[in-house]
């Protein structure tokens, strides 16, 4: 199956250094979270459909998936709907399990890996909290678009994504 995300995707704001260890880390990551929240964005049959309609690079082929998987902005009656994206979406969703599980610390001098067992751990939750809390603003936007165009989306069962208050 072909992934939205790869390990070369995390730069800037998400940078992850590359190397075997990390990207053998991120697969594990990735492989656990990826489908699983396409599915509580989209609902199992149409997380299914946008799944198979992905070319080898991870880009939907059809319009109606390409549109939800592409950056926009929407006036609405509730203001402006802003999506980052499906890429930015998981990117930021995988982005937190990595962190999170693989005890990064968030630093002003870039994020490390917390290597000594009796150190403490430095990571400050509110910024795991913040890029996953983007992430799920970015998923709103994509399910109000949806939900606005169910006569394209008719199979569409997308959850709820709670944002994080706190870790």
Same mark, same amino acid.
């Given at each position: &199956?072909?992934?939205?995300?790869?390990?070369?995707?995390?730069?800037?704001? $998400?940078?992850?250094?590359?190397?075997? /260890?990390?990207?053998?880390?991120?697969?594990?990551?990735?492989? =656990?979270?990826?489908?699983? %929240?396409?599915?509580?964005?989209?609902?199992?049959?149409?997380?299914?459909?946008?799944?198979?309609?992905?070319?080898?690079?991870?880009?939907?082929?059809?319009?109606?998936?390409? /549109?939800?998987?592409?950056?926009?902005?929407?006036?609405?009656?509730?203001?402006?709907?802003?999506?980052?994206? &499906?890429?930015?979406? &998981? !990117?930021?969703?995988?982005?937190? $399990?990595?962190?999170?599980?693989?005890? %990064?610390?968030? /630093?002003?001098?870039?994020?490390?890996? =917390? !290597?000594?067992?009796?150190?403490?751990?430095?990571?400050?939750?509110?910024?795991?909290?913040?890029? %996953? =809390?983007?992430?799920?603003?970015? /998923?709103?936007?994509?399910?109000?678009?949806?939900?606005?165009?169910?006569?394209?989306?008719?199979?569409?069962?997308?959850?709820?994504?709670?944002?994080?208050?706190?870790?």
């Amino acid at each position: &199956m072909p992934s939205l995300i790869s390990i070369s995707d995390f730069n800037g704001e $998400y940078q992850l250094q590359i190397d075997n /260890a990390t990207t053998t880390k991120f697969n594990f990551v990735r492989d =656990n979270h990826e489908t699983t %929240y396409i599915y509580k964005l989209l609902g199992v049959e149409l997380g299914k459909l946008f799944i198979a309609d992905l070319n080898v690079s991870g880009v939907p082929v059809t319009a109606r998936f390409l /549109a939800i998987y592409n950056v926009f902005a929407e006036d609405s009656d509730y203001g402006i709907i802003q999506s980052k994206g &499906m890429k930015q979406f &998981m !990117k930021g969703i995988l982005w937190f $399990y990595y962190a999170r599980n693989n005890r %990064y610390i968030i /630093a002003t001098g870039g994020n490390k890996v =917390n !290597k000594d067992q009796n150190s403490d751990e430095l990571t400050d939750g509110l910024v795991l909290a913040r890029i %996953y =809390n983007d992430s799920v603003k970015t /998923a709103d936007a994509i399910q109000w678009y949806i939900c606005d165009n169910l006569d394209v989306y008719p199979e569409y069962n997308g959850q709820d994504l709670d944002c994080v208050i706190g870790l």
